[in-house]
C-alpha cells in the first residue's frame, strides 16, 4: 500500500493563479521562517523538528495529549464524519450494510476491502465456521476463574493464552499464516465469550452448531439447555448480526489505536487484539452500556431524571451513553439501535428502563450543557436496554462489543503491518521533573 504523503503541491486555480499547500510558521524566537508542506489537509509532525533556537536543540515537537488532533496512520478502512453523522466501511455505509448485510460478509469487506462475492463468501463462512471450537485445555482455566468472575477479564485472559496455542501466528508477515490466524479469532471469540458466560452461570457448556448462522451459534451456546438441538429465533438472530455489523469498526478509536501500538511490537495478533479487548473493557469505552444501565438502574424513574441530570451539569457524575470524541451529531449507529431495540422489545417485552432512557435524552437534546458540548446519544446509550431484554447480564455487555470488534480490531492491525511508513509506536514526552540530583544516604533523607 502506497501510503507516504507525497511532498509539496502547487495547485493552478481557474484564474491561473498557482497555489501552493503548504503552511509557513515564523519562530519569534529567532525570527527564522520555515515552509511545512501539507497534505491531506495535515503536516507531518517530524517537519517541525528542524525549528530550533540552537542548532544542538532536539527541535520542536507537538503536544497532544489523548491525541485529540493528531493522525497516527493513514487508513483506508473506516470513514467517519463527526459533524454530519457519517459512518462508512469501505466506502458503504453503515444504514445500508445495517439493512443489507450480515456481520461475516461486513467482516469479510472489513479485512479483505472489498465485499465478497458467492464464492468467496461461502469459503470465509466455511473457514470461520470451521474453526468455533476451542482446544479442550482451555476450559481448564476458565473453570479455574471464581463464578462471579467479569466475563471481560476471562476473555482478555483466553484470548492472549490462545497465543500459546498457535506458534504460527508469530509469522505475522506470512499472509496465510494470517488468514488462518483469522479464522480462529472471529470463529472462536463467540465460544469464549460463550462458555466465559456459561461458567458464571455454573452451566455446563454448550459446543458449537456448525449449521447454524454466526449469531444464531452464539445464541446457541449461550442460552440452550435440554432441547437436542437450539433453534435461535429469527428476530433475535437478525437484530443480534444488526448490532455486530454496528460494532465493527469505528477507525482510530481507543482500542484500536492499542490494537495498532501493541501490533507495532510485532507481537503475535492473539496478544494484540487481548490488549484491545482490554482496552475496549473501560467504562469511557466498550464498557459504556454496561456503566449506562447501572445508570438508569441508579435514576430508578422517570420522575428522577431532572434530579440526576442537575447531578451531571454540576460535574457530579456523567451522563453515560452520552458524548463522542468524533461525532458531534447524532451517532448514526445510535439511531439504527434504537429501531433495533423496539423490534427486540415487540418479541420480548418493553424494558422498563426505556422510558427513563428516553427521559434522559429528551432533556439532554434539549437542555444547554449538552447542546453547548454537543453531547448526544452513542453507540452504547441504546445497546444495553436491548441485551438485557435478550436475557444478557450486565456484564456480558462489553464482551458482545468485543466480539464483533474483533474484525475491526484484526483489519487494522493487518493495514499497520503492511504500511510501509509504520515502525513501533514510541511518542516522545515533555519532561518536566527534577533535572538531576544525587543519591542522599537513607540517613540522610528527612
Ligand atoms: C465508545 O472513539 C470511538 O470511536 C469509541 C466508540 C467505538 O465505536 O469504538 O464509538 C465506542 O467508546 C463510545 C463512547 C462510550 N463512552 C461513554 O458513553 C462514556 C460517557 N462519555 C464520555 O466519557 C465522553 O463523552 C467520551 C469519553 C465518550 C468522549 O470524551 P472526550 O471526547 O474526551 O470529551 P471530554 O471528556 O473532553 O468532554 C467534553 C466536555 C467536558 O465538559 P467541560 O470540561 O467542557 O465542561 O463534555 C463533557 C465533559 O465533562 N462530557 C460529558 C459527557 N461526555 C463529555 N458530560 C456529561 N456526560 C457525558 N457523558
Not at 422498563?352 to 432512557?357: C, S, V
Request: charged share 25%; with cysteine; proline share 5%.
Amino acid at each position: 500500500m502506497d501510503s507516504a504523503l507525497p511532498t509539496t503541491q502547487t495547485k493552478t486555480s481557474e484564474t491561473g493563479t498557482t497555489r501552493r499547500d503548504t503552511v509557513t510558521i515564523t519562530d519569534n524566537r529567532t525570527g527564522k521562517s520555515y515552509e511545512l508542506p501539507i497534505t491531506h489537509d495535515a503536516i507531518r509532525a517530524m517537519d517541525l523538528r528542524q525549528i530550533k533556537v540552537h542548532p544542538e536543540d532536539f527541535g520542536m515537537m507537538s503536544y497532544d495529549p489523548a491525541f485529540n488532533n493528531t493522525a497516527s496512520c493513514i487508513s483506508r478502512i473506516t470513514y467517519i464524519d463527526g459533524d454530519k453523522g457519517i459512518l462508512r466501511y469501505r466506502g458503504y455505509s453503515i444504514e445500508e450494510l445495517a439493512e443489507k448485510s450480515t456481520y461475516l460478509e461486513t467482516a469479510y469487506l472489513l479485512l479483505r476491502g472489498e465485499l465478497p462475492t458467492a464464492a468467496q463468501l461461502k469459503d470465509w463462512q466455511y473457514n470461520v465456521t470451521h474453526h468455533t471450537f476451542i482446544h479442550e485445555s482451555i476450559k481448564k482455566f476458565l473453570d479455574g476463574f471464581h463464578y462471579d468472575a467479569h466475563p471481560m477479564g476471562m476473555v482478555i485472559s483466553t484470548i492472549a493464552a490462545l497465543s500459546t496455542f498457535y506458534n504460527d501466528a508469530k509469522d505475522i508477515f506470512n499472509e496465510e499464516s494470517r488468514r488462518k490466524q483469522t479464522y480462529r479469532l472471529v470463529g472462536k471469540m463467540p465460544t469464549i465469550a460463550a462458555f466465559a458466560y456459561r461458567h458464571t452461570l455454573g452451566m455446563p457448556y454448550v459446543y458449537p452448531d456448525n449449521d447454524l448462522s454466526y449469531p444464531g451459534n452464539f445464541l446457541n451456546m449461550l442460552f440452550r439447555t435440554s432441547e437436542a438441538r437450539y433453534r435461535p429465533n429469527p428476530t433475535l438472530e437478525r437484530a443480534l448480526d444488526i448490532l455486530f455489523i454496528l460494532h465493527a469498526d469505528h477507525e482510530q478509536n481507543c482500542s484500536t489505536n492499542t490494537v495498532r501500538g501493541v501490533g507495532s511490537s510485532h507481537v503475535d495478533p492473539y496478544s494484540a487484539t487481548a490488549a484491545a479487548i482490554a482496552a475496549l473493557y473501560g467504562p469511557l469505552h466498550g464498557g459504556a452500556n454496561e456503566e449506562v444501565v447501572r445508570m438508569l438502574h441508579e435514576i430508578g424513574s422517570v420522575q428522577k431524571v431532572p434530579e440526576f441530570i442537575k447531578r451531571v451539569k454540576a460535574g457530579e457524575t456523567k451522563l453515560m451513553g452520552f458524548g463522542h470524541r468524533v461525532y458531534k451529531n447524532y451517532d448514526p449507529r445510535a439511531r439504527i439501535i434504537k429501531r433495533v431495540a423496539y423490534e427486540v422489545f415487540d418479541l420480548m417485552g418493553k424494558n422498563p428502563l426505556l422510558e427513563i432512557a428516553l427521559e434522559c435524552e429528551r432533556i439532554a437534546l434539549e437542555d444547554e450543557y449538552f447542546v453547548k458540548r454537543k453531547l448526544y446519544p452513542n453507540v452504547d446509550f441504546y445497546t444495553g436496554l436491548i441485551y438485557q431484554s435478550m436475557g444478557f447480564p450486565t456484564t456480558m455487555f462489553p464482551v458482545l462489543f468485543a466480539i464483533p470488534r474483533m474484525s475491526g480490531w484484526i483489519a487494522q492491525w493487518e493495514e499497520l503491518l503492511l504500511d510501509p511508513e509504520q515502525k513501533i509506536a514510541r511518542p516522545r514526552q515533555i519532561y518536566l521533573g527534577y533535572d538531576t540530583r544525587s543519591y542522599a544516604p537513607i540517613e540522610q533523607r528527612l
